[in-house]
């Protein structure tokens, strides 16, 4: 069974903080994605990362950055949190071969910034 | 730019089937995923279309027509721990996902 993992089930923080949230995954995959999850408006995007040490900007990356210094382990930094950062963070997961690949994903870290 | 619009909830009764629908628009196209989350969960893969036409796969079903730029999850013989929210995705040609904002689905006796 594919398993991602995340830190945090729930992280409360204060505006200013920086917060880190961990992820892990145990099935090799090449591909590990970061999201924000909002009501009314899907899954978007922060980063993502095809290798170690490797990453990509993908539509709201700002205010956020990512660090991949292990294959197994992808971690997203909010460098000074502020309230508009509230949200639910989903970490994810697939394959690295360029046909579908079916993303797995973590239990998500609901995060409050106070 | 790149969207994908489906109904925010859809409502059913317990032992019927419902369809919830999903229409993109992206650049490129390799695919449409739906993934199924329960509440306070994470999403989890259900099915993959690349080709028109209709996959089943047990009590779920999923269409999809390029031409139309449509899909459309089909549940059969609805159980209440089907209650949740429908996310469909489509796969554009770099590969990325791009998603909906997702359907609840709420089911009464």
């Known amino acids: 069974d594919v398993k991602v993992t995340q830190s945090s089930r729930y992280l409360v923080k204060r505006t200013g903080e920086k917060v880190f949230l961990e992820c892990v995954q145990d099935m090799d995959h090449e591909n590990m994605f970061w999201y924000r999850q909002d009501p009314g408006l899907g899954l978007r995007l922060i980063y993502f990362s095809y290798d170690v040490k490797m990453k990509e900007k993908g539509d709201i990356p700002e205010g956020y950055s990512v660090s991949r210094e292990k294959k197994e382990r992808f971690s997203l930094i909010l460098e000074s949190a502020s309230t508009n950062q509230t949200s639910m963070y989903l970490c994810a997961s697939s394959s690295g071969t360029t046909d579908y690949n079916e993303q797995f994903f973590g239990p998500g870290t609901r995060l409050t910034v106070l | 730019g790149q969207s994908l619009e489906q109904p925010s909830e859809v409502t059913a009764v317990e032992g019927a089937i419902v369809q919830i629908n999903c229409t993109y628009q992206?650049?490129?196209?390799?695919?449409l995923f739906w993934y199924q989350q329960h509440a306070g969960e994470a999403p989890t893969f259900l099915s993959y279309n690349v080709l028109d036409g209709l996959e089943e796969k047990g009590r779920f079903s999923s269409f999809l027509s390029r031409s139309k730029g449509y899909s459309y999850l089909l549940l059969k013989e609805l159980q209440m721990k089907d209650s949740a929210s429908y996310l469909c995705?489509?796969?554009?040609?770099?590969?990325?996902?791009?998603w909906g904002a997702g359907t609840k689905l709420i089911i009464k006796p």
């Open positions: 992206t650049s490129g196209f390799n695919g």
């Open positions: 995705a489509s796969l554009d040609s770099n590969y990325q996902l791009i």
